[in-house]
Structures are given as C-alpha cells and as structure tokens.
C-alpha cells in the first residue's frame, strides 16, 4: 500500500510540473465594425486566429477583455465601420522540447 501512495505521489507532482510549464501570452488587436457587438466579434475572432495560426496554441476561454472603444466620427461617405474595438486576450502557448 506504500508502494502505491508513492507512486500516486510522483504521478500528481509530474502533472502539476507538466501544468506549471506553461507558457501564457497576452495579445492585443483591434477591429472595425458597424456596431459594437460586431466590432468585438471581429476582434475576438482575431486574436483567435493569431493565437491559433501564430503560436500554435489555445485561447484562454474568458479572457477576452476590450480595452478601448472609439466611435468614429470622420466617416467618409459609403463608409460603414463606425466603431473600433481594442481587445486583448490570454493564449496558451505550447511548450518547445
């Protein structure tokens, strides 16, 4: 029965060191859009593609946060992209061996 809490132990320490190995990177962009909700939908989208293609990694789900909001108010004519939206997001960047 020793012999298994032992083991159990190692085991349990090895996933958290795997857990604390970890890299986490915060990226930032921003993005247009006729509304806010859309401006933030292309934003989020983004930083999802970055995190993905970019880093070969994972977005954090949640954390998603939109730093700046500005309304455009010099649109030139046929010009629909009202707000910009400035967001940043955690991504999980896989760990290099």
């Known amino acids: 029965m020793k012999r298994f809490y ?6 349990l320490v090895l996933g958290i060191s ?11 962009n921003d993005a247009y859009g006729p509304t806010r909700e859309k401006a933030t939908e292309a934003v989020k989208k983004k930083l ?6 970019g880093f070969k990694g994972k977005p954090v789900a949640g954390s998603l946060q939109v730093t700046n909001v500005n309304i455009n108010t010099n649109l030139e004519p046929g010009n629909s992209q009202k707000y ?6 955690k991504c999980d960047i896989p760990n290099k061996k």
């Open 84 to 89: 910009t939206v400035s967001a940043q997001m």
């Open 18 to 28: 795997q857990a604390a190995l970890a890299d986490y990177g915060t990226m930032n």
């Open 48 to 53: 999802e593609d970055g995190c993905r293609d």
């Open 6 to 11: 032992s083991v159990a132990l190692i085991a």
